[in-house]
């Protein structure tokens, strides 16, 4: 069973950055893909960037321009570094490891506030 564990969310102002990290429990191996979604109250989990074994990468398009995915294998951790943040970039963020749809698994969220 793998756990992942979020860390990096807060309070940032506008035009601010943040960098979460997720780190994987147990053994990633084979082809998974790992990313980031998040949540805002009242609206539907969306994906925000995603990155796969292969090292493809894909990002919504709203934050195609000031996001950055990576991975550390070594580590089984995936990093979302988030540059000029925006009000709307408020939700919680959570981290996904994806191999099957029903081998899936998901970390418990962190919260990004972006306010003044």
Do not use: H
Not at 1 to 20: D, M
Not at 27 to 42: D, N, T
Request: glycine share 12%.
């Amino acid at each position: 069973q793998v756990q992942l564990v979020e860390s990096g969310g807060g309070l940032v102002q506008p035009g601010g950055s943040l960098r979460l990290s997720c780190v994987a429990s147990g053994s990633i191996s084979g082809r998974y893909v790992m990313g980031w979604y998040r949540q805002a109250p009242g609206k539907q989990r969306e994906l925000v960037a995603g990155i796969s074994s292969g090292g493809t990468t894909d990002y919504a398009e709203s934050v195609k321009s000031r996001c950055t995915i990576s991975r550390d294998s070594a580590k089984n951790a995936v990093y979302l570094q988030m540059n000029s943040l925006k009000p709307e970039d408020t939700a919680v963020y959570y981290c996904r490891l994806f191999y099957t749809p029903i081998n899936t698994f998901w970390g418990q969220g962190t919260q990004v506030t972006v306010s003044s």
